[in-house]
C-alpha cells in the first residue's frame, strides 16, 4: 500500500477553496448521556437516499457535542430561515448554554426540536462512519415538518449571505 502524498496546500488554504459553495445553514440537537439538550451549528448537511429516507451531516470529532452525537439514538436536523442569524451564531459556539433562553419541544426519542426554522428533520441514527478529524452520521428520517413561507439563510466565503429577493 503507498503512502499518500502530503498535499502542497495548507488547511486554511484548503478551506478557503471549499467556501466558495454556497451551503445552508442548519442546527443539529439531540441528547447526552445525562438526557440535557445539545446541538451545534452546521453546514455539512446532505440527502442520501429517498428509499429509505436517508440524510447526513459531518461532526468534529474536538467538538464539544461530538460524544453526545456518538451516543444518542436520535437526532434532529434543522434548516435555519433568514432570520435566524442569531440561532446560528449561538449553536456555533463552544462551551455555552445554547438553549438558554430557547424552549424546544421533544421530538422522537426526545429530541430537542426548535421552533421557527424552515425545516426540521427528525431521525434516529442509521449509521456513523469514521472520516478523517470527523464522524459522518446517517439518519433515517422518521418525520418531518416544512415551511414555504420563509426564505434560507445561507453561508458562503466566511460569511452570513442571503438569496438575492426577485
Known amino acids: 500500500m503507498q503512502t499518500p502524498a502530503t ?3 495548507t488547511t486554511r488554504e484548503f478551506r478557503d477553496v471549499l467556501g466558495n459553495f454556497a451551503t445552508g445553514i442548519a442546527v443539529v ?3 447526552d448521556t445525562e438526557g440535557r439538550p445539545v446541538g ?3 453546514n455539512s448537511f446532505a440527502s442520501v ?3 429509505p429516507p436517508l440524510v447526513s451531516f459531518c461532526i468534529d470529532r474536538q467538538a464539544g457535542t461530538f460524544a453526545a452525537f456518538q451516543s444518542h439514538g436520535h437526532f434532529a436536523l434543522h434548516f435555519l430561515a433568514e432570520h435566524q442569524e442569531e440561532v446560528s451564531r449561538r449553536f456555533a459556539k463552544a462551551g455555552e448554554d445554547k438553549f438558554g433562553a430557547v424552549e424546544p419541544v421533544a421530538g422522537i426519542g426526545n429530541v430537542p426540536l426548535l421552533s421557527d426554522c424552515l425545516a426540521h428533520l427528525e431521525c434516529s441514527v442509521y449509521q456513523r462512519i469514521d472520516a478523517g478529524d470527523h464522524v459522518l452520521i446517517l439518519g ?4 418531518f415538518s416544512s415551511r414555504k413561507d420563509l426564505p434560507p439563510l ?3 466565503r466566511g460569511r452570513y449571505a442571503r438569496v438575492a429577493s426577485e
Open 7 to 9: 498535499p502542497k496546500f
Open 154 to 156: 445561507l453561508y458562503f
Open 49 to 51: 437516499s429517498l428509499d
Open 29 to 31: 440537537t439531540s441528547r
Open 40 to 42: 451545534c451549528t452546521i
Open 140 to 143: 433515517r428520517v422518521e418525520a
